[in-house]
């Protein structure tokens, strides 16, 4: 069976720090990834998507840049963290047609 | 991408059948309708997919008209466990299977 997995599970950083966040899937071979980001009481927002190794959609400018260096393998960085990048980071995986299945999430505080 | 619009809160009582509607006129002939359901600080479950007509399945039943401009989650004999954040998406899931998410509706489950 498929699973993802991604960590830290929480994450307090400074402001101006660097980030790294890495989501993996397992069971699956070339799966779309996805990075979303849920600020405190509101919905999703689709920060970054793959369909493919080094194939990287952005879909809001920001100060996060996401890399896909395998297949499975999936991550979101920043060279210097803000105080509005606070928020629950999500990783999404699915098959070419099916739904999504998300990771237990990275709660990250920037001080 | 088609948007969608859907309540953004509803009460109900534990045992009684819940019906969330969800709008989407702009919904495009590759679009499939798909249901998630959030429970706090952790990603979204996926609950159900459908294209048109009626699907059904050990959790929920989704209701889809013949023009597709909306469609209805079912949620039988609702538990206290089913507090949570419902939200509607409607996208292509071949391709990019990139999906947008709304604000959702805040399903309260009283005793």
């Known amino acids: 069976s498929q699973t993802i997995h991604q960590w830290p599970a929480t994450l307090v950083q400074p402001v101006g720090s660097p980030l790294s966040l890495e989501c993996t899937v397992e069971g699956t071979s070339n799966p779309n990834l996805y990075w979303y980001r849920q600020a405190a009481g509101r919905g999703l927002q689709l920060l970054f998507y793959s369909v493919g190794i080094g194939q990287i959609s952005s879909e809001v400018p920001q100060n996060l840049s996401a890399s896909r260096p395998q297949d499975r393998q999936f991550i979101l960085s920043s060279k210097k963290l803000l105080l509005s990048d606070s928020g629950f980071y999500l990783c999404a995986w699915s098959p070419v047609a099916g739904g999504y299945t998300f990771g237990s999430g990275t709660r990250l505080t920037v001080v | 991408l088609a948007k969608t619009t859907q309540p953004i809160s509803m009460d109900s009582y534990e045992g009684q059948e819940v019906n969330i509607t969800c709008s989407h006129n702009?919904?495009?002939?590759?679009?499939?309708i798909t249901w998630y359901q959030q429970f706090p600080s952790q990603g979204p479950r996926f609950i159900i997919q459908?294209?048109?007509t009626k699907v059904t399945n050990e959790v929920a039943s989704l209701f889809i008209p013949a023009d597709r401009k909306s469609s209805t989650l079912s949620l039988p004999r609702v538990s206290l466990s089913d507090t949570a954040v419902y939200y509607c998406l409607v996208g292509d899931i071949g391709n990019t299977g990139k999906l947008i998410f709304g604000q959702g509706t805040t399903l309260q489950v009283k005793p």
């Open positions: 702009n919904i495009a002939t590759n679009d499939y």
């Open positions: 459908g294209y048109k």
